[in-house]
């Protein structure tokens, strides 16, 4: 009797742990499409209405842009740019389990010809990496301390009109500028901070 009530509550705790939920594509081609996304302690799916004010401050820079993806948790960071028009998107996580539910979301929503998936950790990612992007959004661990790190990583790979979205907690302050890009908006969703770094802007 007790050890069938200890395999039960193993059970809770795995299912809770891998719990998965649903998102949604907000507008463009692939609007409304269910999104799945791995639930867990080292995974932390952006808001509805973080994202949805992320991308209306982003509206005039998405159509035909190449996207990275960076710390791409279910990929709904650039899947949700590619529904938007853009070129194309890199999604970078250096886990496994990520990078499969990464794949099935890109099947879902039906850009297979416009995406590539990497499973790697940010840094090994940015040192091998020959391609350029126009837009990168960064959203790594809040408590590891990766942002700038990983904004740092990512400057070599961003086009002259590049645009940096990270999104982190009110206790990181990014640095407000950094090897030519300046922050040029932070805006804040309750306990969500989105900082916007752009090409040039501040120098």
């Not at 742990?17 to 594509?25: D, G, S």
């Not at 992320?54 to 590619?82: M, N, T």
Request: glycine share 10%; charged share 25%; proline share 5%.
């Amino acid at each position: 009797m007790v050890f069938s009530g200890i395999i039960r509550l193993v059970i809770m705790f795995i299912d809770f742990a891998f719990l998965v939920i649903q998102m949604r594509i907000i507008t463009g081609a692939a609007r409304g499409k269910r999104l799945i996304t791995p639930e867990g302690r080292d995974v932390r799916p952006t808001p509805e209405r973080v994202k949805e004010g992320l991308f209306s401050a982003l509206q005039f820079d998405i159509e035909g842009r190449r996207v990275l993806d960076l710390f791409a948790g279910s990929g709904q960071l650039g899947l949700e740019a590619l529904s938007r028009g853009a070129q194309s998107a890199a999604f970078v996580d250096a886990a496994d389990a990520s990078v499969k539910i990464v794949k099935q979301n890109i099947e879902l929503t039906g850009f297979g010809d416009k995406a590539r998936v990497f499973r790697s950790d940010y840094a090994s990612f940015a040192a091998a990496c020959r391609d350029t992007f126009d837009i990168a959004f960064l959203d790594p661990p809040y408590a590891a301390g990766l942002l700038m790190p990983a904004v740092r990583a990512v400057l070599p790979l961003m086009s002259d009109y590049g645009v940096i979205v990270c999104e982190h907690p009110p206790e990181v302050v990014p640095e407000p500028s950094v090897g030519g890009f300046s922050v040029v908006k932070t805006y804040r969703y309750g306990k969500v901070l989105v900082t916007v770094y752009r090409k040039g802007e501040g120098q």
